[in-house]
């Protein structure tokens, strides 16, 4: 899939991320971890030494950077760094929404980290849910859709039994993969939960075919992936949820136990830039494929068909 940062754009974008952590003390270790494994493990540019680099102001940015995906890449780069200071700060914020004003981009991201400071996180957090309701139908599993997704008034057996029948497939497939991600975790199948079961039945069917697992950075990793293969409002908020949960530790529920600097565990960066990396090198969109049409087939044949790179950072 194509790059949305053009090689001759690395630099100034690296400049402007710089630019957009810096409240006076230069960003947070985290924030430059991030920016660096971005440089190195995405845009491998090993040549580039962030402390010799120069921060762009927000003026500085528009000027630099012209092109609109350039400019909507940017921002989500700049909110995702935003989620990297601990705690959050109005300052931050602040800096954030004047390079986003500079370069004409708004968004959820931005919106939401306005609200965690200025209304608190179960405003936030409400905000959020709303938001990803209305792209429900775009995160769900096909074949699905229509029936399951949505919020359910009660289990479905039916979709249950479907879903763990997959159990009785050929060790290697999909299917068999799927079904044993979910028996390894503990995980209840969709339709024994009643929230959206296509949106979770299509979330782990990426789980399976890119290899993430469940810790923090790997949930940022597989969302991370889909928004460098296919930049969608939909994938995007996906990707806002997992930094909500895993990096701001705002997003909790029954489901979700919060944390807070996911990403300055060792080796997280790393996974994150990687996941963009994989995302840029696949050949077609894994992310709108019928799954289950899919799940008797072999599943390394599955991920050769959609060009998924074999995993390097672990």
């Not at 528009?62 to 995906?69: K, S, V, Y």
């Not at 306005?114 to 938001?131: N, P, T």
């Not at 469940?214 to 889909?226: A, D, R």
Request: aromatic share 8%.
């Amino acid at each position: 899939m194509p790059r949305i940062i053009q090689p001759e754009q690395v630099e100034p974008v690296v400049r402007a991320l710089l630019g957009s952590i810096d409240i006076g003390d230069g960003g947070t270790s985290e924030q430059r971890g991030v920016i660096a494994a971005f440089v190195s493990g995405y845009w491998g540019r090993d040549d580039l030494d962030l402390d010799a680099l120069a921060p762009l102001t927000a003026d500085e940015t528009a000027a630099a950077i012209i092109d609109a995906p350039a400019r909507r890449r940017l921002r989500e780069f700049m909110v995702l760094l935003e989620m990297c200071r601990h705690p959050l700060t109005a300052e931050q914020v602040a800096r954030t929404d004047s390079y986003a004003a500079a370069v004409h981009e708004s968004g959820p991201g931005l919106d939401l980290a306005r609200e965690l400071v200025q209304e608190g996180a179960e405003f936030a957090m409400a905000d959020y849910m709303r938001r990803t309701e209305l792209v429900y139908t775009d995160l769900s599993e096909p074949s699905l859709r229509g029936k399951y997704d949505h919020d359910l008034d009660e289990p479905d057996l039916e979709l249950v039994a479907r879903l763990k029948s997959m159990q009785d497939l050929p060790e290697g497939t999909l299917g068999h993969a799927y079904f044993s991600f979910l028996d390894r975790h503990g995980f209840e199948f969709p339709g024994e939960t009643t929230t959206a079961p296509a949106v979770f039945v299509a979330h782990d069917m990426c789980h399976t075919l890119t290899g993430y697992d469940t810790s923090g950075e790997e949930e940022i990793g597989v969302n991370s992936m889909q928004v460098a293969l296919n930049d969608s409002d939909a994938h995007w908020l996906q990707l806002l949820g997992s930094l909500a949960i895993h990096e701001a530790g705002f997003f909790s529920n029954d489901q979700f136990i919060p944390k807070t600097a996911t990403l300055e565990r060792d080796g997280a960066a790393a996974i994150l830039a990687e996941a963009f990396r994989r995302g840029v090198e696949c050949t077609d969109d894994y992310t709108k494929a019928d799954h289950l049409a899919l799940a008797h087939l072999p599943l390394e044949e599955v991920r050769a068909q959609f060009g998924i790179p074999e995993r390097q950072v672990y």
